[in-house]
Every structure is written in structure tokens, then in C-alpha cells.
């Protein structure tokens, strides 16, 4: 542990050099400034830095126990958050004595809200939370307990997202004397929107201790839970559509708890993950404490960390700052009431970094901690430069945490297997179920001379795993010694982008030029199998045992998500002899192996009744789980062609059919069509025309198992009335019963900043919002969701991650990646937990793991793998798996440029 020179200057804000310290967390030796009362008449133990909160413009710290005015009345003080510099100090015009004003506070944007647990009203000691305007310390409103109940600690801790605030009161006595209770309150208007109670409340649970809250999740501490022996209990709330009074969704606690663990004293989000401190746990050092980590999806116990120098009575873990996979931990009574600060990964639970101030003498270093961006800010409540226990806070900056993700390459670093030959640009990044990646690349440098500048990589073994980073096939290579094939001098160009979706096989093609090559025979599809060669599944122009007749092109190529089921492509036939515009399109898959699993072919019969023959496929072709094929083709029985969706052949919609039934409209046309995962139903998009169809309501997405899932025009299920869909710009299937769908909207509140949604259509044919734009996203600065830029799907587990811009908070920091897993829980208690939660962000400091340099984030980027009519998860490349891993590439600002793997 490293610490702060010593110095004990009384001055309002004290600059100090911090020592060497942990390179994964800090690059270059941060700013330390120590922040003091300002303009207190009588500071003597007020313990300013009681609690803290932090935005991307100001810092708030609060003096609970200043007597300037009355007896331990309390004052909040602002601070800059550009240079520390003190911009005024926020107290009730009501404050009374006791009142305890700042004993919790909450900043988001330019608001926050102030807990005065123990204001009175004139009658009782209810309390209150006062909300202001930072930007001008101006009261907007002052909330109270609709139970007014004395006593009851309403304002105990506070939490705030977006236009939400959430207060504890941590002794309200309904139904249970001390049993504690949650209240959810409009930040605009103050109005009340929903009491949280837990549904087994007993004496002395104290729920509101602390609180946090984040998207459609609240949760509530409980560190009395367990009556006498306060073993201590989180309670997890789903608050998307709150009513008046609800109750937990999941209770966590210790799988093994003991008396007086006090699990819930502190609570945090990250993501679907909770965070909760339990000072008293015994498991490491009596009274030690410890930090415990659940999945509240699962309602699981998942790890718990201490640090590494902890001690008896320590009582670690009262104080936490979240921001994605990372946790603060203040630890104010480490090296004897010293205190320190330690930052952990929450993914394993290993300790990153600790910190301490040198000049702290039982000050209390770390007692409350907030985290905003590059900055970190620790209150000391028992500091005494300016007088006994007046107290102090340290504003530290810039800090940065280990990148989440694994670098993969990095423009203008070396491309294995290329010789003198630098990454220069990345193109598609995939990832197979393994987390293997593969992708194609441009190249620099000498060796990229010469028509050799572009090349395919892959980490693919030829078992499942992940391999080293090794060279494919490049610009230029000649493809006999690459796939065996006895054609020497015929060299390649890698075309398109791979495709890996399986375990130790990715597909690629590449086009060939030399003797005896021709334009209408210089295409290969290529497998990588992590082997010596690669191998040769068809070329085009040439006779060939999987379609007999040479390809003349390959219109659609798509591989399955099922292992060891190979690819599937739509294709065109060389025209002559036989062969003419009557039989010269078609579809094939193929096992994994490379030999033929099922073919359909223009001019062949159709199976089933009818006695339909097929006409010309349409170029399209969806290859599903368990070697299924989706597609569209036209068919006749002697009458006019018709266009039909077909599943291995079976037809399930056909041009001319009543989807809605009766004398309703009729398909029109079809424009895309879809198979996911095993067993999963077709998904198709069509056109209508006929009875009642227009411009305005002539789209429908059709599911083969469900029906009709969403028409153009119609009620979006669930919203306000009249919100209606406008266009469908993406359809992914997931799992067997569930689609995502992104579409445009119209209707009463809609406009263009949230005109673009992204729903779920869940397997009890709700809807579920995931995400609009506009939406309020979990940050210290409080911005919203701008436009939603970019969506990719896994359709077997329902993971998908989304790339946004954000506006209404730090503009250099407008981007932000979010990921979800649609396939968690169930349509009704867990829906919650499908929501997708921010993991990466522009502006973002991170430390690479070599150096320990650190950068922030510039920008992102992943591919999708829709097809043009807006089809996802049909067996295109991805950048996201079924494990929730994903292919991104970054750009930071010091203008390097990685491609990252990884679940951040």
C-alpha cells in the first residue's frame, strides 16, 4: 500500500504527490487533493466528508454534524469538479436541530438529493430528503414519507437515477417495529411513485439501511434481517412498472451466515450484479468484514473478497463505488482508524490496488467513497487540519481500472504469420461459441508489398478452445500449399468477411488468380479448422460433387450454430447445356464433414401436397440449429409462380395466405426469413396487400409457431395507447419462444430522439422494452440514450449487446456499449433482469496489461449480422456469443486502435 506524503497544512484545498503505486490501476502518478470545509463559523466536529457523491461537474460533500447554525443541524458544500474550487454550501431553510442534514446524499447530472434522517416537522422526527439544483443550490423539492411516522429515518440513504430517487427509511415500523421500508419518488415532480416493502418483514430488519438503484432494478440493505442474530439480507425490487406498493423480487443472503454479519450495511449495482458489504462477517478476521458479490438474476451467491492486509475489527465493507466489472471498497478503520481504499475486479474477486493517506491520523480515510469517471473522491470524517474532527476529503485523478477485455491485435502491431507485415485495419470480427475469434485485416509494412496487403486470422484450434492468434490465408498466398489442392501458382485474395459460429470451424472465401483461372472460376469457400490445410468446400465455375453442375455464384453463405452441422448457401448455376434459366438457382447445406446434407433446386419437385415444383430461389438462406434450412423460392403447379417460405423444404407461408385470418389481408410478398437455434420456429418477414392494407400497415413479422408477433401500424403491446409501429429495421430470434425486434415507432410522445425502441416478444408474447432512445442510463453525470447505433443477437442464448450515443451528459464521453441476456428467467418476476446494463463507455479510463499505460476510450464498433431485410441470428457472422462474449473493436485517445475480446 502506497501513501500521500505528509503534510498538515490548514488550507482549504491541499495539493499532494502521491507515491509509486500499482500500474493497473494508475499509468502516471495521479493528482491528490485534499478538500477542507470552507466558511464554517464552527467546524469543530462537524466530520465533513461523512458522505460524498460525485458528477462529471461537481463534487458534493456533506458535514452531517455541523453546528453553524444549530445544534448537529449539518450542511452539504459544492465543489468544481473541473479544479476543486468551491462553489457554495446547501442547508434547508427548515433545519432544526438534530436534523442531520447531508447524513446521506446522491448526485446524478445536475442534481441532488440530501437525507436529513431526523428533521422534524414540529410534531415528530419523520425525516426528509431535500433535492437541489447543483448548478445553483437552488430547492426543488423536499420529500417526505407519505406514512409520516416518527422516527421512521425516511432520508437514512438515497440513491438517484435519471428523474428516480430512491430513500430509505431504515426504521419504519409498518408491519414490524424497526422492520424498515423503500420509497421510489419522481426526481421532476417529487411525487411519490411506489412504497418497496419486503414481504417477510420482521422486528428490526432495518431495510433502507442503504439502497441503490439502477434501470428496473432497486435494491434495499436489511443488516438487522434475521431478527436478533442480524445475519443481514439484501432485497431486490423490480421497479419498470411500479404500482403503489410492491415487494421483492429475490432475497439474498450468505449461504452460510453467522450472528451479526450485518450483510446489506452497504449496497451497489453492476449490472445484474449486487454488491454488498458485511462488516461484522468473521470468515476471514473476527469483525473483519467482508464484501459479498450475487447474481440477483440467478438469486445466487457467486464470491466474497477481503483485502489482503485485513485485520481484526476492521469492519471492511461500509463503504462501495461501482462502475462496471470494479469496486471501491472503503475500508475507514483499516491501520488503526487510518483507513484506506481498495479497488477490487467483481468478476473474480481479486484485489487490484489499495490506497491510504500518509497525513491521515485516525481521520477515517475511505469512511464514504464516490466514484464518477477518472475521479475518485474519499471522504475522511475525523480529519483534523482544520479543527477536532472537522473533517476532509481527498479528490483523486485520475484513476483508470485494467481494461475488461482481452486485445486481441492492435493496428501497427506485428499480424502473425505475415512477414515485416503490420495490422493496418480491421475489418469483420466473429466469435464462436468458444470465445475464438476470426476476422479479416488490411496490412502495412514491407511485407504488404507486392498485392500481399489484406489476410484472414483466426484463434480457432482444431479442437474446442482457443488457440494463438495465427494467419489464415493472405493477399497473395498460393493455394496449394494452403488447402493441399494440386494448383500451383494460383494465388489468392481473401473476399468477404469469415464466418465462425461453431466450435473449430470458421468459413471464408477468397477469389484466385493464375493459369487457368477464369472470372467465371476463381471463387473458393474455405474451411478453417485450426488443421495444416484449410479446406476446400466448393469453387465456383467447375463440376463438383455437392451440386454436380459448376456454381456460377454464391449468392448467401450461412453457417449453423450447431456443431459440426457446416454451412448452407444459396447459390446461382453456370447457364449452358442443361442448365438454363428454368433450373439454375438453389439452396444446399452441408454436414460438417463437407459432404451434402440436403439440397433443393429450381425445377426439382417440391415436397408435400400439390404437386408444386420448384421455381427460382430468391438468394437467400438461413442455416439454423441442427442443419435446418430457411428459405424462399418461388413454386407452381401448373398455375401462376408463387413465393413460399419453406423449412427443409416444408412450406409454412406462402404468397397468397390469410395470416391474420378470415377475410383479412393477404402475403404480398416475402422479403426475409429466419432459423435460429435448435427447434427454434421460422420467423419471416412479409408484406401485405388486400383487405384493409396500406402504406401505413402493410409489414408483418410472422413467427411459424406463434403467428403474427408485430405488424406495421398496429399497438405496440404494452405502451401508452396509440404508440404504434412504424418500420422494422431488425428481427433475431432467441431461444425457441422469444424475438427481439428493433423497430421505428410512432404516436402520442413519440418524436425523433426516441422514436427508435428495442423490444423482446417473450415467450408469453409480451413485450418487453428494452431499451428507447432517450432512456436514462446509470451514470454519475445522468445522460440518456441517443441513437441506438448497433445491435447484434446471439439467437441460442439470447445474449445481445447494443452500441449507443448518449446525450445530456459528459459530450466527450457519448458512446456507450450495453450488454443483456433475453434468454434469464422467465415473462412475468424476472423479467427485470433481461434488461441490458452499461458495461463499456466512451471517455473510460482504462490500463492496458502490459506497461500499465492508460488511455480512455474514443470510440467503438461491431458488426451485425442482419442480412438486408433486417434478419439476425440466421447463421451470418457475429460479434457476440452464446456465452455472452464479444468481438469489439476500440479506438483510444491516444488514436491506438485493438481488437477486444472478452465479457465486459
Known amino acids: ?462 479442437s474446442p478452445g482457443i488457440g494463438p492468434l495465427q494467419l489464415s490465408a493472405q493477399r497473395g498466398d498460393l493455394l496449394a500449399p494452403l488447402t493441399g489442392i494440386a494448383m500451383p501458382d494460383r494465388k489468392i485474395t481473401p473476399s468477404g468477411s469469415p464466418i465462425s459460429n461453431q466450435q473449430a470451424n470458421a468459413v471464408f472465401q477468397v477469389t484466385a488468380s493464375g493459369e487457368g483461372v477464369t472470372r467465371a472460376s476463381n471463387r473458393f469457400l474455405l474451411a478453417e479448422k485450426g488443421s495444416a490445410n484449410l479446406q476446400l468446400l466448393i469453387r465456383t465455375g467447375i463440376t463438383n460433387t455437392l451440386t454436380g453442375d459448376p456454381v456460377s455464384k ?18 446461382q448455376l453456370q447457364r449452358g447445356g442443361a442448365i438454363g434459366a428454368g433450373n439454375d438457382s438453389g439452396v444446399i447445406s452441408l454436414l460438417g464433414n463437407g459432404t451434402t446434407n440436403v439440397e433443393f433446386r429450381e425445377g426439382n419437385p417440391a415436397p408435400g401436397v400439390g404437386g408444386f415444383t420448384f421455381g427460382q430461389f430468391l438468394g437467400r438462406v438461413s442455416h439454423g440449429a441442427n442443419g435446418d434450412m430457411v428459405f424462399t423460392c418461388y413454386v407452381t403447379n401448373g398455375g401462376p409462380p408463387v413465393q413460399r417460405a419453406h423449412r427443409n423444404g416444408s412450406a409454412y407461408l406462402t404468397q397468397g395466405d390469410l395470416p ?8 404480398r410478398a416475402i422479403v426475409t426469413e429466419l432459423a435460429g437455434s435448435v427447434f427454434s420456429p421460422s420467423i419471416t418477414r412479409a408484406t401485405l396487400t388486400g383487405a384493409g392494407a396500406n402504406r401505413s400497415n402493410n409489414e408483418y413479422i410472422y413467427s411459424e409457431f406463434k403467428g403474427g408477433i408485430a405488424r406495421k401500424g398496429e399497438q405496440i403491446p404494452g405502451e401508452a395507447t396509440g404508440v404504434l409501429f412504424n418500420r422494422f429495421l431488425g428481427f433475431w430470434p432467441v431461444g425457441l419462444d422469444r424475438v427481439i425486434l428493433l423497430v421505428k415507432r410512432s404516436g402520442p410522445g413519440i418524436g425523433r430522439r426516441n422514436d427508435c425502441a428495442l423490444y423482446l416478444c417473450q415467450e408469453d408474447n409480451s413485450f418487453l422494452k428494452l431499451m428507447t432512445e432517450g432512456d436514462a442510463v446509470c451514470d454519475c453525470d445522468c445522460p440518456t440514450v441517443g441513437a441506438i447505433q448497433r445491435v447484434e443477437v446471439d439467437p441460442v442464448g439470447g445474449d445481445y449487446v447494443i452500441l449507443t450515443s448518449l446525450v445530456g451528459g459528459n459530450r466527450r464521453h457519448n458512446q456507450a456499449l450495453f450488454r443483456g441476456d433475453a434468454g434469464l428467467g422467465n415473462a412475468t418476476t424476472d423479467r427485470v433482469f433481461r434488461l441490458p446494463h452499461l458495461r463499456l463507455r466512451k471517455g473510460a479510463n482504462f490500463t492496458s496489461p502490459v506497461g500499465g499505460q492508460a488511455s480512455a476510450i474514443r470510440s467503438m464498433t461491431f458488426i451485425e449480422s442482419k442480412d438486408r431485410g433486417g434478419a439476425g441470428g440466421k447463421g451470418l457472422a457475429q460479434s457476440i456469443n452464446n456465452a455472452g462474449q464479444i468481438a469489439v473493436c476500440v479506438t483510444f485517445d491516444d488514436r491506438s486502435k485493438e481488437l477486444l475480446t472478452g465479457k465486459p
Open 660 to 667: 391474420l385470418g378470415g377475410s383479412g389481408p393477404e402475403v
Open 1 to 462: 500500500m502506497k501513501s500521500l506524503r505528509t503534510s498538515l497544512v490548514p488550507v482549504l484545498i491541499l495539493w499532494l504527490a502521491l507515491g509509486t503505486i500499482s500500474s493497473a490501476v494508475f499509468a502516471l502518478e495521479p493528482t491528490f487533493t485534499k478538500i477542507h470545509p470552507k466558511s464554517l463559523s464552527n467546524p469543530n466536529y462537524s466530520q465533513f466528508g461523512n458522505a460524498v457523491a460525485a458528477t462529471d461537474r461537481y463534487l458534493v460533500v456533506a458535514a452531517e454534524n455541523n453546528e453553524d447554525l444549530v445544534t448537529n443541524g449539518g450542511v452539504v458544500q459544492v465543489f468544481d469538479a473541473r479544479n476543486g474550487r468551491f462553489l457554495r454550501q446547501i442547508r434547508p431553510d427548515d433545519l432544526t436541530a438534530g436534523d442531520h442534514f447531508g447524513w446521506s446524499i446522491a448526485a446524478c447530472g445536475n442534481l441532488v438529493a440530501i437525507g436529513s434522517p431526523y428533521a422534524d416537522d414540529g410534531s415528530d422526527v419523520p425525516g426528509a430528503v431535500y433535492v437541489y439544483d447543483l448548478r445553483n443550490g437552488r430547492l426543488l423539492h423536499k420529500l417526505v414519507s407519505p406514512d409520516h411516522a416518527i422516527l421512521d429515518e425516511f432520508g437514512y440513504s438515497v440513491a438517484m437515477e435519471g428523474n428516480r430517487i430512491l430513500v430509505g427509511a431504515a426504521k419504519h415500523s409498518t408491519p414490524s417495529s424497526n422492520c424498515g421500508a423503500l420509497y421510489l419518488f419522481d426526481a421532476t415532480t417529487g411525487a411519490l411513485i411506489s412504497k418497496l416493502s419486503a414481504s417477510d418483514a420482521t422486528d428490526f430488519q432495518r431495510l433502507g439501511w442503504s439502497v441503490d438503484l439502477c434501470g428496473g432494478l432497486a435494491i434495499g440493505g436489511a443488516p438487522g434481517s434475521s431478527g436478533a442474530v442480524t445475519q443481514g439480507a439484501v432485497y431486490v425490487f423490480d421497479v419498470l412498472d411500479p404500482g403503489p406498493a410492491i415487494t421483492e423480487v429475490k432475497k439474498l443472503t450468505l449461504p452460510s451466515p453467522t450472528t451479526q454479519d450485518y450483510l446489506g450495511a452497504s449496497v451497489k449495482l453492476a449490472g445484474q450484479l449486487v454488491v454488498a458489504g458485511a462488516p461484522g462477517d468473521d470468515d476471514v478476521k473476527p469483525d473483519g468484514g467482508q464484501v459479498h458479490v450475487f447474481d440477483a438474476a440467478a438469486g445466487t451467491w457467486l464470491r466474497a473478497f477481503a483485502p489482503a492486509d485485513l485485520e481484526d475489527d476492521d469492519d471492511f465493507g461500509r463503504a462501495l463505488a461501482t462502475r462496471g466489472d470494479f469496486v471501491w471498497v472503503g475500508g475507514e478503520v483499516a491501520n488503526g482508524y487510518q483507513g484506506a481504499a481498495y479497488l477490487f475486479r467483481l468478476s473474480d474477486g481479486a484485489q487490484l490496488a489499495a490506497l491510504d493517506a500518509a497525513d491521515s491520523i485516525n481521520n477515517r480515510f475511505g469512511y464514504s467513497v464516490a466514484w464518477c469517471g477518472e475521479s475518485l473522491l474519499m471522504g475522511a470524517r475525523f480529519d483534523d487540519d482544520v479543527d477536532t474532527n472537522a473533517g476532509a476529503a481527498y479528490w483523486i485523478r485520475p484513476v483508470a481500472a485494467p481494461l475488461p477485455l482481452d486485445s486481441v491485435a492492435k493496428v501497427r502491431d506485428y499480424a502473425p504469420g505475415a512477414v515485416e507485415a503490420n495490422f493496418a485495419r480491421f475489418g469483420a470480427a466473429c466469435l464462436n461459441v468458444d470465445g475464438a475469434v476470426t476476422f479479416d485485416a488490411r496490412l502495412s509494412g514491407r511485407g504488404a508489398g507486392g498485392g500481399k496487403n489484406s489476410g484472414f486470422w483466426s484463434e480457432i484450434t482444431n
Open 554 to 571: 454464391l449468392l448467401e453463405v450461412t453457417q449453423s450454430h450447431s456443431n459440426g452441422s457446416g454451412v448452407a448457401f444459396a447459390y
